[in-house]
């Protein structure tokens, strides 16, 4: 797909740099983008809608409302559709690559950015990248993480004053330089160091659980921003051209975990209109973003970068305004709300849509809270915010989990494998019977400090388990100082100075540990087990009280109350609740039925979730 943007267009002003981008022979700034498309055969089987996957780091994320039964399979393939529920909706959907540091090549969706400046004139600017490891290692690229690939801006010279390697203990410690006769920018490569501009080399090594942070001055900035507007002129293409591809009549977004950011980024910085200023989009399924904004529209920016509870420390990611209805922050007397400019989008129907991970590791209670945490803040009347209690982020935990994924010393597994799934397809069913059909969806459900479903971490009352550690440090957000050219999109101060961190509040658990306050699943409603929404880094080199990046917690209920006194454990035993898997099964009945009645799960899923829970059973449950 083959863009085209007129800098002197109002609606694109908002991109950053765009201006000092090259231009073509008509005055405009060119960006080419992959994308994948999945359309109805015919127009009777077109529901007249498009869903515009907002690719994850160049993958495709729609599959997850399919119950695809591999992701990671090519999209012509059969195993990747599971039931193909949005086939079945008649579901024109189209991922689309928007991102620029997505490596080029391979099944990632890439998008070729615009450069910012030339050759005659370059632009340079400091930019930031730190570095957690786990394991031994003597060279890391300044892209985010070893398991993304991300592509970073290189060094402008390596011999630049600015640039500096630092190391501290924790996330808001004190930082120690490491001399630069120590590191270089280079890495290993057959058995020798080799210079690299965009990877750091220590030969004495990265000492596994520290804090390593680079400030660089790099170089080759590109249009970071010109991703927003691809994304927004996709659906404006599919919708007001004719002689489109694939036209329909209304557009959805869709984005899960960094894009469900990228949403409420395009959604605060009013890209939902597009460059005659009509509505984009009519809906959003922003989906695990918690309070989270992204790096998706400066000079320098790396989308890939985020904010989790050990890593990726102090970007532009979690920043004032969080709630979408205007609040003020006192500290800073700022007044704002997400979606103050509603230019074009009037109209647009959103769903914020988190699981429990989200409280605790992407500061969700802000996005319906004052700043300070002491009162609750509403949505917009086109607006619905659903809680998924107790689900890890994202997706669950594969089923069944491993022998090696037990917590050694405990009965505790890594992985939470609550099928938020189900709940998901039922919400995106619900958001498109909103914008197509003017059907009003479920009434919103979460925790609030009203429902006193809503409590600091240091309150909260997990039950007795034995040998279990549990968490009390969320994700903590800071007031972050960029500098005095943060409002035009350049930052002059990294790291940024940190001010007063924000109050974070999670959902209070019931006395097994699963949340209170959300959709309780099926898992919750009647449960064999706790269905904790964080992990520890139990086990690892440092930080052990802190969170792993978005995943949770199994702990099954003990079986018979003689094992339960023997352990100490404080939660009711399976025996005590249930007897048999006959009555067992009849309460897992009763409560699928109420979650299809509240519209939290189709009917066509009651035999999934009957599976699931009867498998539950025969795993962890009382022998026959």
């Known amino acids: 797909m083959y863009f085209a943007f007129d800098p002197n267009n109002a609606e694109n002003k908002k991109i950053v740099d765009l201006a000092l981008a090259p231009r073509n022979a008509r005055g405009e700034v060119e960006a080419i983008s992959e994308f994948v498309m999945l359309r109805p055969i015919g127009s009777a089987q077109s529901a007249n809608v498009a869903v515009i996957d907002i690719v994850n780091r160049g993958g495709i994320t729609h599959f997850i409302f399919n119950l695809g039964r591999n992701p990671r399979a090519a999209p012509e393939s059969a195993e990747f559709y599971g039931d193909a529920l949005l086939m079945k909706r008649g579901v024109t959907i189209v991922a689309l690559g928007w991102q620029w540091d997505v490596q080029p090549g391979g099944s990632a969706l890439h998008f070729q950015a615009p450069p910012v400046g030339s050759t005659a004139n370059p632009i ?19 892209g ?12 402008a010279d390596p011999d630049d004053p600015a640039n500096a390697l630092t190391v501290r203990d924790s996330p808001p410690g004190a930082r120690s330089i490491v001399p630069h006769s120590r590191w270089r920018f280079g890495r290993e490569a057959n058995g020798q160091v080799v210079d690299d501009p ?95 904004r992204g790096s998706f529209n400066h000079r320098f920016a790396q989308p890939s970068r985020d904010a989790q509870p050990y890593s990726t420390f102090f970007y532009p990611t979690d920043l004032f305004p969080f709630t979408t209805l205007p609040t003020r922050d006192l500290l ?114 979460y925790p609030t400090l009203a429902s006193r479903t809503l409590v600091a971490p240091r309150d909260q009352r997990f039950p007795r388990i034995s040998d279990l550690a549990v968490a009390r440090i969320p994700h903590q957000v800071y007031r972050m100082d960029f500098g005095p050219r943060w409002n035009q999109g350049i930052i002059d101060l990294e790291p940024p100075k940190l001010g007063a961190p924000y109050p974070i509040l ?9 949340e209170v306050g959300g959709i309780r699943s099926v898992e919750i409603a009647v449960p064999l087990a706790t269905y904790y929404p964080w992990l520890l880094r139990t086990g690892m080199s440092a930080a052990t009280d802190r969170l792993v990046s978005f995943r949770g917690t199994f702990v099954p209920l003990p079986k018979t109350e003689a ?11 399976i025996e005590s609740l249930y007897r048999d898997k006959t009555r067992f099964m009849g309460s897992v009945n009763g409560a699928i039925s109420s979650l299809i009645a509240q519209r939290f799960m189709l009917p066509e899923d009651a035999v999934v979730a009957r599976a699931r829970m009867s498998d539950v059973w025969d795993r962890f449950g009382l022998a026959k």
């Open 563 to 573: 094992a339960r006194r023997k352990s100490g454990d404080s939660r009711p035993s």
């Open 124 to 142: 340079t600017g400091l930019v930031r990248s730190d570095i957690t490891v786990d394991a031994p290692t003597n060279s890391i690229p300044l």
């Open 198 to 292: 965009r990877s750091v080399y220590m030969a004495s090594g990265f000492q596994p659980g520290k804090i390593y942070e680079v400030v660089y001055r790099g170089r080759d900035p590109v249009v970071v921003g010109a991703g927003l507007a691809a994304v927004r002129d996709m659906i404006s293409y599919l919708k007001y051209d004719p002689g489109s591809i694939a036209p329909v009549q209304y557009g959805i977004g869709y984005g899960v975990s960094q894009t469900g950011r990228f949403i409420r980024h395009f959604l605060y910085q009013g890209f939902n209109a597009d460059e005659n200023g009509r509505a984009a989009f009519d809906g959003f399924f922003v989906h695990t973003a918690g309070a989270g």
């Open 506 to 514: 999670v959902s209070r658990v019931d006395s097994i540990g699963n």
């Open 332 to 445: 800073t007397g700022q007044r704002a709300g997400l979606r103050d400019n509603l230019a074009g989008s009037e109209e647009t129907k959103v769903f914020y849509v988190d699981g429990g991970h989200e409280y605790w590791g992407r500061a969700a209670s802000l996005t319906h809270t004052t700043p300070d945490g002491t009162r609750d803040v509403g949505f917009l009347p086109t607006e619905r915010r659903y809680v998924i209690s107790s689900a890890q982020h994202s997706s669950p935990a594969g089923w069944p989990l491993p022998d090696s994924d037990r917590i050694a010393g405990t009965i505790a597994y890594r992985g939470d494998p609550l099928d938020q799934r189900l709940a998901l397809r039922a919400l995106m069913s619900a958001l498109i019977e909103w914008v197509t059909k003017g059907e009003e969806p479920p009434a919103s459900r």
């Open 144 to 155: 985010h993480s070893l398991a993304t690939g991300a592509l970073a801006y290189p060094v």
